[in-house]
């Protein structure tokens, strides 16, 4: 069974910083695309990054320069590194995991984002 699970999500000042992580379980996450997405309330999910084998990460352009997807095959994780945290980044943040020619898609449960002062 897999099994995405997030963690780091906490509340934040403007100009803080926090670590996302998301373990993975049941699924081998360097065989996927890994993707960051948010929710805030009243709005759609947006992707705020994507990191796929073969190519450069994909950000959300507000979060450009700001928040760094990775991953770590060891750890069997991925995680996303934000910097210079802004009021309008308040959100429940979730992790994905796909595969394109399977037509996988995996989302884990969502970690709370809150940048409040």
């Known amino acids: 069974q897999v099994q995405l699970v997030e963690s780091g999500g906490d509340l934040v000042q403007p100009g803080g910083s926090l670590n996302l992580s998301c373990a993975a379980s049941?699924?081998?996450?360097?065989?996927?695309?890994i993707g960051w997405y948010r929710q805030a309330p009243g709005r759609q999910r947006e992707r705020v990054a994507e990191?796929?084998?073969?190519?450069?990460?994909q950000y959300l352009r507000s979060v450009e320069g700001r928040f760094t997807i990775s991953k770590s095959n060891a750890n069997n994780s991925a995680y996303l590194r934000m910097n210079n945290l802004r009021f309008e980044d308040t959100a429940v943040y979730y992790c994905?995991?796909?595969?394109?020619?399977?037509?996988?898609?995996?989302w884990g449960q969502g970690t709370q984002v809150t940048v409040s002062s």
């Open positions: 994905n995991l796909k595969r394109r020619a399977t037509r996988e898609d995996y």
């Open positions: 049941g699924i081998i996450v360097k065989d996927y695309v």
């Open positions: 990191l796929d084998n073969g190519w450069f990460p």
